[in-house]
């Protein structure tokens, strides 16, 4: 993680996707499935292959600005900080603060990571504020691992990138995966049981923290301002317009056989958009907070077509065939859970972006599970525990809840260091018992 003097002189998220893109340009050129053309020949194809797929995930560029910014705006709701403000003065002392903040950045997350993020990092920073004004003793950068933490469960919820987009009909995968209802993922025995078992896990970690923890009460913060934004005071045009995606929702369900065939990304996005509307009530307030959303979908807005653009580099030199080909010859079928998980979570420390390691990655996962006959649902979640449990450790996550909460990052590493040992662990165990 980045201390706050250096962010200025670290590489940034984009400047990684930039290394990146070199690097398979120089891969595809090397080692590409075009060896018999000229040096020439090979640069061009591969330019020209960067190109061509630099606009492949437009669809899912706007599907994840979307969901991140709705996201946002419900987190920035004025009663919502105020029910914040409230819980923030329950807890009477720091064992139950911590806990009542892990448990709830953990649903919030599992609804949308965007609202987990920042409602775990105001509820933190509330929460320190509150226990230090009343005399008790508080450790600010437990609190802020606590308001971290369902950045580690987001990808088993309602907001997961992989499982809801796999869901859809004509995603990128289509013509290897399939269309794998969220029956197979999200709400799959196997899912319901690791995200409960991580939640299990980190509360049990954080209650081992919060009593054996032996710094002192000396909080020095300096958080960002936070602005909450008020819903309108008149709100017919959000409460009609929010009243008609409900009801299209629930016509929707009665329309389909399953209840679950109907969700995917897109229901989800219309699902957020309504009820953001129905809450702010008013055009000019919805506007307000939905610009203010918009700043925090920069990167994504930015970087994704450049995943896009190592996707076409990717599938028209081969190397996708050649790295499947390598996984499955270098390891036992048997080992290829255990790869995929581990090789999610180190992917993700540079693609802090789980819709964009999900365009890197998903093709070879892809070739791999058919090649290897493995269960297509279990291995897409497996991709899932892997891309959020290392969130813990990755800095593009940590940098808004520290701006937040401002917190110091020594302060908040060694917490999330010890939950990311416990639940990478839980998750191998997972592996070997339920997979």
């Not at 049981?193 to 081992?208: A, K, N, P, Q, R």
């Not at 307000?288 to 918009?294: F, H, K, L, T, Y």
């Amino acid at each position: 993680m980045l201390k706050e003097e250096d962010k200025k002189t670290a590489i940034t998220p984009f400047g990684v996707v930039l290394i990146l893109t070199v690097f398979c340009l120089v891969m595809s050129i090397s080692f590409g499935s075009e060896q018999n053309q000229s040096f020439l020949d090979r640069v061009v194809f591969s330019l020209q292959s960067w190109r061509s797929g630099f606009f492949g995930l437009l669809e899912f560029t706007l599907q994840m600005m979307m969901i991140l910014v709705f996201g946002y705006c419900l987190a920035v709701f004025r009663p919502v900080h105020s029910i914040l403000k409230q819980l923030a003065a329950i807890p009477k002392n720091q064992l139950e603060a911590v806990l009542i903040t892990a448990f709830i950045t953990l649903l919030s997350a599992l609804i949308n990571w965007g609202f987990g993020l920042i409602i775990g990092a105001v509820l933190a920073r509330f929460m320190t504020i509150s226990l230090d004004e009343r005399g008790i003793r508080v450790n600010p950068g437990l609190l802020a691992s606590a308001g971290l933490v369902g950045m580690a469960v987001w990808h088993g919820g309602l907001s997961g990138s992989a499982p809801l987009k796999v869901a859809e009909e004509g995603h990128f995968l289509m013509s290897s995966l399939g269309v794998i209802s969220v029956s197979d993922t999200l709400f799959s025995g196997f899912n319901l049981i690791v995200t409960l078992g991580l939640i299990f896990v980190f509360l049990t970690v954080l209650i081992f923290f919060a009593k054996f923890s032996s710094e002192k009460n000396e909080i020095k913060l300096r958080p960002i301002p936070l602005k909450p934004i008020e819903p309108g005071k008149t709100g017919v045009l959000g409460m009609i317009l929010g009243l008609v995606i409900i009801g299209l929702v629930i016509l929707a369900f009665l329309e389909s056989n399953s209840f679950l065939a109907v969700i995917n990304l897109n229901f989800v996005i219309f699902l957020l958009f309504g009820i953001t509307f129905f809450v702010y009530r008013t055009i000019p307030q919805f506007t307000e907070a939905v610009g203010a959303g918009i700043k925090s979908s920069v990167d994504i807005f930015i970087q994704f077509p450049f995943y896009a653009g190592i996707l076409g580099i990717l599938s028209s030199s081969g190397l996708i065939d050649r790295f499947s080909d390598f996984i499955l010859s270098s390891s036992e079928v048997g080992l290829a859970p255990y790869f995929t998980l581990t090789s999610a979570a180190l992917v993700n420390l540079l693609i802090p972006s789980g819709g964009g390691q999900w365009a890197i990655q998903g093709p070879i996962l892809a070739k791999t599970a058919l090649a290897a006959g493995l269960p297509l649902g279990k291995m897409v979640m497996l991709f899932s525990y892997g891309d959020q449990i290392s969130n813990l450790l990755q800095p593009f996550w940590a940098l808004p809840l520290l701006a937040i909460t401002g917190v110091p990052v020594r302060n908040l590493i060694k917490y999330c260091l010890g939950l990311f040992i416990a639940g990478f662990a839980f998750l191998i165990l997972a592996i070997f018992l339920f997979f």
